[in-house]
Structures are given as C-alpha cells and as structure tokens.
C-alpha cells in the first residue's frame, strides 16, 4: 500500500506561482513514478506532468511546458509541482497518483487539492 497526501493548493492571481507537494508513504519501495493530474468541473482529469522515482526522467503535458516543474526530494519522499505563470484556466482539482511494481496504472491516488486562478 502506497498513501499520497497532497497540499499546497490555495488562490493565485493570474500569472502568479503556487507550489504544490505530494508526500509518498507506505511501501514507496514499490514506486515506479508519480503523476500529476487535474481535474476542472464538467472536464475529464487529464495528466500534468510525471516524474519517475529516482527523480530522472520528466513528462509534462504540451499545456504546462515551460511554466510547471514537477520534481521529486528524495530525502522527503515527496514529489514538487511548482506552477509559475498560471492561468486562469490551470483552475482545478490536482490530484497526484502513483504507479508502482506490479500494479496496474495509477493504482494509488492522493486526495486531491483545489488550485484557484483568479483574474
């Protein structure tokens, strides 16, 4: 069993930054990458960026690129979003998820944090 605890989520202006982090516990040993994903009202949830375990390999969805780092503190188990230039439209539910040796994908989900862009 893996358990996700998101937070850091809250209100931005447009163009602002917020970070959002995603501590990993339980059998982590089992952790092959985290996901980031989001979900707004009335949309499908839709992958943001992911980073493996060890912290080297990157994804990012085409949306995020250039103003999302996803990153992983390996001392901490956690896994950083940083969000800088946010848009309005970046507004959603962000739920970070884990897949891991022998699982089926994204099998363990965080609770999810709420990320408000205002005008």
């Known amino acids: 069993q893996v358990q996700l605890v998101e937070s850091g989520g809250g209100l931005a202006q447009a163009g602002g930054s917020l970070r959002l982090s995603c501590e990993a516990s339980g059998h982590t040993f089992s952790v092959l990458e985290i996901g980031w994903f989001r979900q707004a009202p009335g949309q499908e949830r839709e992958i943001v960026a992911r980073?493996?375990?060890?912290?080297?390999?990157?994804y990012y969805a085409d949306f995020v690129k250039g103003r999302f780092t996803v990153s992983k503190d390996n001392a901490k188990n956690t896994v950083d979003l940083q969000m800088n230039s946010l848009k309005p439209e970046d507004a959603a539910v962000y739920y970070c998820?884990?897949?891991?040796?022998?699982?089926?994908?994204?099998?363990?989900w965080g609770q999810g944090t709420q990320v408000t862009v205002s005008l």
């Open positions: 998820a884990a897949n891991t040796v022998g699982g089926t994908a994204w099998d363990y």
């Open positions: 980073i493996g375990w060890s912290g080297k390999s990157t």
